[in-house]
């Protein structure tokens, strides 16, 4: 992605029927997102998810640590919906009572722009250069594999699906 270029605002659609909708799939740039309305706020990410490329479209909403996320349907990862920012859960073993906490893994999921002018809404693919890992599902060597998956029933390497999540 290139940093200079200013990132364009797409019409996406009217504020009411976005809302009814609840959730929204839209290709801007070459992009799959999600656009989402959550407790009277909109918000735009990356449709495919980080880990293994699953669709969140139908992921279930949670609140942790005061920070609204989406759980992917595959593995349950936990995904906030303002920062793209991955959380997971783990005790650390040299506390005297490990006591389970959620910690961060910071920012995987590409997050982008939601903007509301008239009651219309509009998105802006964001440009950071800064490489997020659910890009990967949105080049094209990560379509493919995609792709390979689906035809081969759905045969997903799930390589990380034991991690604390
Ligand atoms: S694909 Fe989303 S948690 Fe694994």
């Given at each position: 992605m290139d940093e200079k270029k200013p990132s364009r605002m797409y019409f996406i659609g009217k504020k009411e029927d976005l809302i009814q909708a609840k959730r929204t799939t839209v290709t801007l740039d070459g992009r799959d997102i999600l656009l989402l309305y959550h407790q009277r706020t909109f918000y735009a990410m990356d449709?495919?998810?980080?880990?293994?490329?699953?669709?969140?479209?139908t992921g279930d909403m949670e609140e942790i640590n005061s920070k609204l996320c989406i759980v992917c349907p595959k593995h349950k990862y936990k995904i906030t919906l303002a920062e793209g920012e991955g959380l997971y859960k783990a005790t650390?073993?040299?506390?005297?009572?490990?006591t389970p906490r959620w910690y961060s893994k910071g920012i995987k999921q590409r997050v982008h722009k939601v903007t509301e002018v008239d009651e219309d809404i509009f998105v802006s693919v964001s440009t950071c250069p800064v490489w997020i890992e659910s890009d990967y599902y949105q080049s094209e060597k990560g379509r493919a594999e995609l792709k390979k998956a689906q035809e081969s029933g759905d045969a997903e390497a799930d390589v990380n699906a034991d991690e604390d999540v």
């Amino acid at each position: 992605m290139d940093e200079k270029k200013p990132s364009r605002m797409y019409f996406i659609g009217k504020k009411e029927d976005l809302i009814q909708a609840k959730r929204t799939t839209v290709t801007l740039d070459g992009r799959d997102i999600l656009l989402l309305y959550h407790q009277r706020t909109f918000y735009a990410m990356d449709l495919q998810c980080y880990h293994a490329g699953s669709t969140l479209e139908t992921g279930d909403m949670e609140e942790i640590n005061s920070k609204l996320c989406i759980v992917c349907p595959k593995h349950k990862y936990k995904i906030t919906l303002a920062e793209g920012e991955g959380l997971y859960k783990a005790t650390n073993p040299t506390e005297k009572v490990p006591t389970p906490r959620w910690y961060s893994k910071g920012i995987k999921q590409r997050v982008h722009k939601v903007t509301e002018v008239d009651e219309d809404i509009f998105v802006s693919v964001s440009t950071c250069p800064v490489w997020i890992e659910s890009d990967y599902y949105q080049s094209e060597k990560g379509r493919a594999e995609l792709k390979k998956a689906q035809e081969s029933g759905d045969a997903e390497a799930d390589v990380n699906a034991d991690e604390d999540v």
